[in-house]
């Protein structure tokens, strides 16, 4: 089992920048693949970003590529997202996801294991 308790969101206005954080226990948290997912209400559940159990391979949304920057610390057991230029289709309830076979993927149906969500909200 992996509990993730993910954090640092809020109410912010667009152009804003926020980090949100995401905590891991209850598996050494070097072998995981995370990833950041996203909801906006009446949609579903979309992929933001990924990183590998190494930090060697990062994957992000066309929407957030160039504005949001994925890292980890391993010896933190956390996990980053920085969010920077916030714009208000960013508004959504943000999950971290862990991937137990490492590799940080783009498919929510790949990630075993879900934080409690946070929210983001971006005013115009």
């Known amino acids: 089992q992996v509990q993730l308790v993910a954090s640092g969101g809020g109410l912010v206005q667009a152009g804003d920048s926020l980090r949100l954080s995401c905590v891991a226990s209850g598996r050494p948290f070097y072998v995981l693949g995370l990833g950041w997912f996203r909801q906006a209400p009446g949609k579903e559940r979309e992929f933001v970003s990924s990183i590998s159990w190494n930090g060697g391979s990062t994957v992000y949304a066309d929407s957030v590529k160039g504005r949001f920057t994925i890292s980890r610390d391993n010896a933190k057991n956390t996990l980053y997202l920085q969010m920077n230029s916030l714009k208000p289709e960013d508004t959504a309830v943000y999950y971290c996801?862990?991937?137990?076979w490492g590799l940080g993927k783009t498919d929510p149906v790949e990630y075993d294991y879900w934080g409690q969500g946070i929210q983001v909200t971006v005013s115009s």
């Open positions: 996801a862990a991937d137990p």
